[in-house]
């Protein structure tokens, strides 16, 4: 899938809460380090796209997903669950 189907696909879920994760790598003391974060959530799609369209234009070095969460879930039990993957060729 292209990173556009997995955006519609975070956005169209039927799950109630809309999570943004930025994805990023910053230096540190001792190289590089990558950082995986939620940085908003809500359960309007609408304010969803908004804001994925603000980060991802104001900052776009940094990697952003959205995903449709079901509320009073463990994440973990599902197939696939927020997360993004920083590779060690990321991070040299």
């Known amino acids: 899938m292209e990173y556009g189907d997995w955006v519609r696909?975070?956005?169209?879920?039927?799950?109630?809460?809309?999570?943004?994760?930025?994805?990023?790598?910053?230096?540190?003391?001792?190289g590089k380090?990558?950082?995986?974060?939620?940085?908003?959530?809500?359960?309007e799609k609408s304010l969803a796209k908004k804001k994925l369209e603000e980060l991802t234009a104001a900052y776009p070095d940094n990697y952003y997903m959205v995903y449709s969460v079901p509320l009073d879930?463990?994440?973990?039990?599902?197939?696939?669950?927020?997360?993004i993957e920083i590779s060690m060729e990321d991070l040299q």
């Open 73 to 83: 879930t463990d994440l973990t039990a599902l197939g696939h669950y927020p997360s």
């Open 33 to 43: 380090v990558g950082v995986v974060a939620v940085v908003y959530a809500t359960e």
């Open 9 to 30: 696909q975070g956005l169209e879920g039927e799950a109630a809460l809309k999570l943004i994760l930025c994805g990023s790598v910053e230096k540190a003391e001792n």
